[in-house]
């Protein structure tokens, strides 16, 4: 997607550690004119599939998969990474190790609001691990429901998320993917 | 708002304890067709004023503030509760007293997305005990930018927030204001 990959040389920031920063329009602050182009690039991507809801985990993914929703209009369910008030008993939960923490956190969604009737398409802001997803889809597999394919707006292509998850036989799709980050520079790739 | 009234009356849950429950459109799984008419009703209410960005906290603001900012065209910046690898150093802060946790934790924004010229809404999803916005009030307030109002999708008009926030001179407005929870049901103020 030439407009986002535009976006992120732009106004992405690269730190050490192959850190991008894109809270400037992604993540902290949100642009929301290119997250409505990215929410049509999703449309575009899967306007062939059948897409019963869209599925992302709190808290970067909300804002994206909320704004693609129109482009789709079915319903967006946030898998919920704390103990909340808000959230029922009974849950569907996955595991998501987290290289950052060194440990495994939960996720979970309400067995209410997924049912085996669904086909779901991920969304989230970044590929790089693959973990986030990787849970999403263990609530997915849980519920009984289709899990149609995972939607990304990053990918990088030099972490081990993207082969771990085509492995797993997940389709993945992100609409920049990028090959290295060399003195500061993105590299995208040419997929 | 009669649509929002109506969604909560059919699709809401009363519990123990007067909390409501509308994760089945609101705050976990989210119907976006609503969240569309909500945005556009903080858009008419907010009409004839300059706002040039809409800030909110993470995790329920987020949707909200994302699809009401297409009617606003002006971008979003959500505060983060946690420490996070995307957040700058440089931050304004705000505190926030959990009455669950029975303890206070920080809010923060990038110091690089608010600027003192800035004209700040803030939209959240409930008013209860006022601390949330209290907190983003802080960091508007730390920022130097103008504080324009508040917007809430439910206000529970039986707690102290919205006493607490007009007393704090915050303009505050909500689209549906819960007098009482009576026997599972819902009674709405006339305002």
């Not at 997607?1 to 400037?24: P, T």
């Not at 897409?51 to 129109?70: D, F, N, P, R």
Request: proline share 1%; no cysteine; charged share 30%.
């Amino acid at each position: 997607m030439e407009l986002l990959k535009k976006k992120i040389m732009e106004d992405g920031r690269v730190l050490e550690g192959n850190i991008l920063k894109v809270d400037n329009f992604l993540n902290h602050q949100l642009d929301i004119g290119l997250l409505n182009e990215i929410g049509k690039e999703f449309r575009r991507v899967f306007q062939d599939r059948k897409i019963t809801k869209i599925l992302t985990a709190e808290v970067s993914g909300i804002a994206i998969a909320a704004i693609a929703a129109q482009y789709f209009d079915v319903p967006v369910v946030f898998a919920r990474k704390t103990e909340s008030k808000n959230l029922d008993q009974e849950t569907y939960e996955g595991k998501v190790y987290s290289y950052t923490k060194g440990k495994h956190y939960k996720i979970r969604v309400s067995k209410r609001y997924i049912a085996k009737e669904d086909d779901i398409l991920i969304l989230d802001d970044f590929l790089a691990n693959g973990q986030a997803i990787l849970g999403l889809k263990e609530i997915v597999d849980a519920s009984g429901a289709n899990l149609v394919a995972a939607g990304v707006v990053i990918e990088k292509g030099f972490q081990e998320g993207g082969k771990i998850l085509r492995e797993a036989n997940v389709e993945v799709h992100a609409l920049a993917t990028i090959d290295a980050m060399i003195d500061g520079k993105v590299i995208f790739s040419d997929k």
